[in-house]
């Protein structure tokens, strides 16, 4: 269950001095480790944002803000603690620290002959940098589908393998979410695996209180952070998903999995 309470206490704890303790160096823009008190958090600065040719306007913090209000409407806590504010490097996107299972993988390229069926879906087939038969796989269960329904509603254009923490619980969060809420399609994940099958209740519920939310307080929030022909989109994609009930093809010109899959 939701506790205002609890969630109030963090806040005050969250307001303190961000201070930084390292870099991540893998990304693409400038992304920092730190603390706030005793929490561990993630900040990437807008100063150091590389906008790309389709997501321009250098608003990568905004979406990725954004992609958390969606996962807390949607009550499946896809995404970790998200908010904006300043820091070392003026303001930008922070996000709470998630300690994953170093030995869970919930996506994983695999040779084609050992590519595991029970509790795994299959992407597609292909061949490696030494031409070797391989195969994407990612987990068949609940959490990895509640991923994927968020992905299609926010229109993710990069679900990466890597993006996806396996937490030693169970639970998946995802992560990376600035490259959302493009107006026209820009679905990119290796979450295709259930290409085709109908959503669960759970699934539909989810979508539901999206859409009743955007109507209400989450839509004002977002008016903040995205412009009214997102918002407008975000709210279209969610009726279409709800409507056709079934987890979609890939469609249009673009690829349908980022690059790199990792």
Request: glycine share 10%.
């Amino acid at each position: 269950m939701h506790d205002a309470a609890l969630d109030g206490e963090l806040d005050g704890e969250l307001n303190g001095e961000l201070e930084l303790t390292g870099r991540i160096t893998t990304a693409s823009n400038a992304t920092f480790l730190g603390t706030i008190g005793g929490f561990t958090v993630v900040y990437k600065p807008i100063a150091g944002e590389n906008p790309l040719w389709d997501f321009p306007d250098g608003n990568l913090a905004n979406r990725e803000a954004s992609a958390y209000l969606v996962s807390q409407a949607f009550g499946w806590n896809v995404v970790p603690r998200t908010w904006l504010r300043g820091g070392p490097m003026g303001r930008g996107m922070v996000q709470l620290w998630q300690h994953a299972d170093p030995d869970q993988d919930a996506v994983d390229l695999v040779p084609w002959e050992a590519a595991p069926t029970p509790g795994w879906r299959r992407v597609f087939d292909g061949r490696d940098e030494h031409n070797r038969a391989v195969t994407l796989i990612h987990e068949d269960s609940a959490a990895m589908r509640r991923m994927a329904v968020f992905d299609i509603v926010v229109n993710n254009a990069d679900r990466k393998g890597d993006h996806i923490l396996a937490m030693p619980n169970g639970h998946r969060h995802g992560i990376d979410h600035g490259l959302t809420f493009h107006v026209d399609h820009k679905l990119r994940t290796v979450l295709w695996g259930w290409l085709g099958d109908e959503l669960t209740a759970d699934e539909l519920d989810g979508i539901d209180r999206v859409s009743a939310q955007l109507t209400g307080e989450l839509g004002d929030i977002l008016a903040g952070l995205l412009s009214d022909a997102e918002i407008v989109a975000l709210a279209a994609r969610c009726d279409r998903l709800r409507t056709e009930g079934r987890f979609p093809a890939p469609r249009g010109d673009m690829p349908a999995v980022p690059w790199p899959l990792f």
